[in-house]
């Protein structure tokens, strides 16, 4: 079970109960504070206070602050889910990422992507370093000639003939593009998806993380997800 799973469990309870609205025990005999966690709750706290401040009146963020405060409003969470032995154990993530993508070729435009989704997947993993159509490539630069490059087509070339050989060589039956939000490449790569999956004959997802150097088994499951 993933920390999301535990969560809506607990919400489930909570509504059940009649309670409305979760809540950690308080007839619990001991309590270990996890010194981390506590200083989380508070950093995050004390930003989250400072975002207070500067949104008045109103108090509505936008934007890049808007995930910001998302993301500390996640690292409180997260600090009472250690606290209260809530957390989801890495094993059981790990096993529930084989299982949901034992059929999947994923797909990242960078480097530094590839080398993070791979240690938390063991299926291929294909870097494009940019889209998978030449012409798209004009969206990212409109300042191209209007000869493309030779590099380019070579890098397209290259990509494609990777996932190609990915799919067949792994029996994948469907490609899961990994991009973070904003990302203007990946929302190409995203528009582009459904052509490539189309001639390799298999299904594709998309997955919109927030930031990859924070990737986890559990983000991943927890994903914003569509196909």
Excluded: C, W
């Excluded at 034992?102 to 797909?107: G, K, S």
């Excluded at 983000?219 to 196909?227: D, F, T, V, Y």
């Amino acid at each position: 079970m993933t920390r999301r799973d535990r969560l809506e469990e607990l919400f489930r309870r909570a509504v059940a109960s009649g309670r409305g609205r979760l809540r950690v025990p308080r007839d619990l005999d001991e309590v270990k504070l996890d010194v981390d966690a506590v200083r989380d709750i508070v950093h995050a706290a004390l930003e989250l206070d400072h975002y207070l401040t500067r949104s008045a009146p109103d108090h509505v963020v936008k934007g890049r602050e808007a995930r910001r405060v998302a993301k500390l409003l996640n690292d409180i969470l997260s600090g009472v889910e250690r606290i209260a032995g809530l957390e989801a154990e890495e094993e059981v993530s790990e096993e529930r990422v084989r299982e949901e993508f034992r059929d999947a070729v994923f797909i990242v435009v960078r480097g530094r992507e590839r080398k993070i989704l791979r240690d938390l997947v063991e299926r291929p993993v294909v870097q494009t370093g940019g889209p998978l159509i030449p012409e798209d490539y004009r969206k990212v630069n409109p300042n191209l000639p209007e000869e493309l490059p030779e590099g380019i087509i070579k890098t397209v070339r290259r990509a494609r003939r990777e996932v190609r050989e990915s799919v067949e060589k792994s029996g994948a039956e469907r490609l899961v593009l990994v991009r973070e939000r904003g990302d203007k490449v990946g929302k190409i790569l995203e528009e582009e998806l459904p052509e490539i999956a189309e001639e390799l004959g298999v299904k594709h997802e998309v997955i919109v993380v927030e930031d990859f150097s924070e990737l986890s088994p559990a983000e991943l499951l927890s994903g914003s997800a569509r196909s």
